[in-house]
């Protein structure tokens, strides 16, 4: 069973930054389609970034500027390089995945397109 696994949340101060990491075991991430979603307590899951296998981007239009999204085939894992960050943008935060998908250029940040999911890391931004 493909299990996602995400690092790299904690506590930081607004305008600061925060890596996020996912990984998961028995795959190669190139081969998938890997999206970060988040949620906050009486809200809907929402998407925030996504990677293609062909490194297609996707971003949530509020945070195009200051989030990325990266991946170390090396290390078989994606990143989201959050910057400038906001108290909105507090949240439990999770990585979902699907795959394989080969050579496909695009990718969505719906999470009824992932299959898989990661138990999530808490992101908190204090004003």
């Known amino acids: 069973q493909l299990q996602p696994v995400e690092s790299g949340g904690g506590l930081v101060h607004s305008g600061g930054s925060l890596r996020l990491s996912c990984t998961a075991s028995?795959?190669?991430?190139?081969?998938?389609?890997v999206g970060w979603f988040r949620q906050v307590p009486g809200k809907e899951r929402e998407g925030v970034a996504c990677l293609s296998s062909s490194s297609g981007k996707n971003f949530k239009d509020s945070v195009k500027g200051g989030f990325t999204i990266s991946r170390d085939d090396v290390a078989n894992t994606v990143y989201l390089h959050m910057n400038t960050l906001k108290p909105e943008d507090t949240g439990v935060y999770f990585c979902?995945?699907?795959?394989?998908?080969?050579?496909?250029?695009?990718?969505?940040?719906?999470?009824?397109?992932?299959?898989?999911w990661g138990q999530g890391t808490q992101v908190t931004v204090s004003s």
């Open positions: 028995g795959i190669s991430l190139e081969d998938y389609t």
């Open positions: 979902a995945m699907e795959g394989p998908i080969l050579r496909v250029g695009r990718c969505f940040i719906s999470d009824s397109v992932y299959k898989h």
